[in-house]
Every structure is written in C-alpha cells, then in structure tokens.
C-alpha cells in the first residue's frame, strides 16, 4: 500500500476515534435502529407465548368447554406428614374443687382493658344442675369498671361433664343480671368487681364478694354478699326471663359488717382503721354450722398497721348477727368447699 495511502487511513481512523458521543450518534443512527428492532421482537415473543386475554363470554364457554373434567376439580394442598413431630393431644376435662384455698379466688381483670369485658370461670353447684358466673366491663372514656353476677340453669339430661362443656353462658349472659353495679354510680377511674365465693351445701345460697376500688390506688373496699335461690330457681331461670326483678330482692348486702369491724377496735383500743388501709377476705360457709359465713379481717398500711390481723368473724345468715369468732390469727375454722370447676389439664 503506497504511503499516502496509510496515511490517509490514519487520519480517518484518528478523527473517528475522538469524535464526541452525540456526533457520532447523529452520524451513525443506525444504532438506535438496532435497539428498537430488538425490543419489538422480544415483546413479539412475548405475546406469542402468553395466552391471550379473553375479551367477550362467548370465547369464555368456547374455552372452557375444551377444559378436561379432572382439571376443573381443584385438590385441597396436601403436605406431607412428619413423622418427627408429635400430635397435639386433647386434654382432658376434670372438675376440681373451687373455694380451695378458702377465700382464694379473685377475679381476674389482667385483660379486662384490652377486651373490654372478662368473664370468670362457671362455678357448679354440688348438685351439678346450676352454675354461677360473673361478668366485668370496662367503659374507657370513664376508665370504669362494673361487674354483674349470673346463674345460668345447666342440661341435666346430659352428663355432668358434658352438661357443663355445653352449657351456654353466653346467651345465659343476656339474661338480666341478678346483682350488678352500674358506671352511674361510680366516679372516673373506679371500679367494683364481684366473684364468687362458693355454693353452699344445699345449692340454695351462693357467697359472693364485691370489691370495691381505684385503678390508681387499689381496693377500698370488699363487701359480702349473699344470694339465696327460690326452690323453683331452675324453671323460673330457663322459662321466665322477667322474673330476675323479683329473684334480686333475694340478693343481701351485709354491708354492716365493715363498719362492725371498725367500731369494735376503735372500743377496744382506739384504733382508727379510717387512717389505714385495710380489708376483710369472705373465705366461705363453716363446716360444722353452714347458716355461719366466717370472714378475716387484716390491715396492709405501709406505714404503722402492716398485716395487723383483725380478728375472725362470723355472719349468722338465718339472724343476720354479726359475732366475732378469735381476735388470734391461730384460731383456724373448718371451711366448706361445696362447688366445683371445670378445668383441662394432663392427668
């Protein structure tokens, strides 16, 4: 090649070299030619391959007349087993006995804000015919708590554990309450909760206890109380919904008792228990007299009167009379445990 030849090619090539980027797209399109033949055959082959969309009913039925029988049933997933893991048992249901310890049950109000209502468990009478149950409610623009009490008559043509697995508390539950408290009667941010104690032998009285308080402060107060049941409570209780209004009047408030306790040891040993924080615990019917309800009586004041033990009294529910039974914390009573729960548990 001569070498004004060479030459010539060596410029050429050189100006191409440092041409600017949009000179050199001006000069040579072609490349943007290329890209924009690619894309249209890749969306080409994309529609190629996809099903087309189906635009009207008639290509609908024509094409799912051409679906096979077995291809229009669809199978529920499957997994396989493990045989590593271990079946979920279902636990068995006992009763065991409710008022033990004596005076221990409290209603549990742990996620009564959260729910907004909390039932506590069904208790059975010994005759397994009734079950007795409590009801909380929370108001939160007043942050109040009231509470309501309930029986709610069991099937006694089933077992007496079926009976009670079956027994239907929630629509027991929309029957009128036979005590209740109301949020007109308390201020912002108290409460009052009732919880049963326990039946008594005969299945006609049950021993509840309401307590009274702030959600600052905690309890004030805790009164006992005392529902005696009608002979034909079952039938009026499934048949007769109205008559709860005449069933309340059988509800007694031994409200005395408190200010009893208080006058007593103001007598004895000018002992002012308005100073102090203190309460009285219902532990149930006496064993050896069942028409006596022994109640406790203790103060928890930080600052003096810290677990002062109050004395033992005792409620006469034939009379009425209120007698103190030991001022000595030793002197035990034999309590009545009458009523039961059902629960689930491993044996």
Not at 6 to 26: D, G, Y
Not at 211 to 222: D, L, P, V
Not at 246 to 251: G, V
């Amino acid at each position: 090649m001569p070498a004004a030849h060479i030459k010539r090619f060596f410029i050429i090539f050189l100006s191409l070299l440092f041409i600017p980027q949009t000179a050199r797209s001006i000069e040579f399109p072609w490349t943007d030619f290329i890209e924009q033949y690619k894309e249209r055959k890749l969306q080409q082959k994309q529609e190629e391959e996809a099903e087309p969309m189906v635009q009207t009913i008639q290509e609908w039925m024509e094409r799912a007349t051409d679906i096979k029988m077995e291809h229009r049933i669809a199978e529920p997933y499957k997994e396989e087993e493990n045989p590593n893991l271990v079946k979920k048992l279902e636990w068995p249901v006992f009763f065991e006995k409710y008022n033990n310890t004596p005076g221990s049950r409290e209603f549990n109000l742990e996620k009564l804000k959260t729910d907004k209502s909390a039932r506590s468990r069904g208790v059975i009478s010994p005759d397994y015919k009734l079950m007795a149950y409590t009801e909380c409610y929370y108001y939160p623009s007043s942050r109040r708590t009231t509470s309501a009490f309930f029986i709610y008559p069991l099937d006694t043509m089933k077992g007496k554990k079926q009976r009670v697995i079956d027994a239907n508390v929630f629509a027991g539950a929309k029957k009128k309450p036979l005590i209740s408290s109301t949020d007109e009667n308390l201020k912002t941010a108290l409460f009052s909760a009732f919880t049963v104690i326990d039946w008594s032998k005969d299945n006609k009285k049950i021993l509840l206890k309401e307590q009274t308080g702030s959600s600052y402060n905690g309890i004030y107060k805790t009164t006992v109380w005392l529902y005696f049941l009608d002979e034909d409570i079952e039938d009026i209780l499934a048949e007769k919904e109205g008559e709860a209004d005449i069933l309340a009047s059988r509800a007694v408030q031994y409200d005395e008792l408190n200010e009893i306790i208080k006058q007593y040891w103001f007598d004895k040993e000018l002992l002012n228990l308005n100073h102090y924080r203190w309460d009285i615990k219902p532990l149930g019917f006496m064993a050896k007299d069942e028409n006596i309800v022994a109640v406790i009586a203790y103060t928890y004041d930080d600052k003096n009167k810290e677990h002062l033990f109050l004395g033992s009294w005792g409620i006469n529910i034939e009379t009425g009379e209120i007698d103190l039974l030991s001022e000595s914390a030793e002197d035990g009573f034999e309590i009545s445990t009458n009523s039961s729960v059902l629960i689930r548990r491993l044996p």
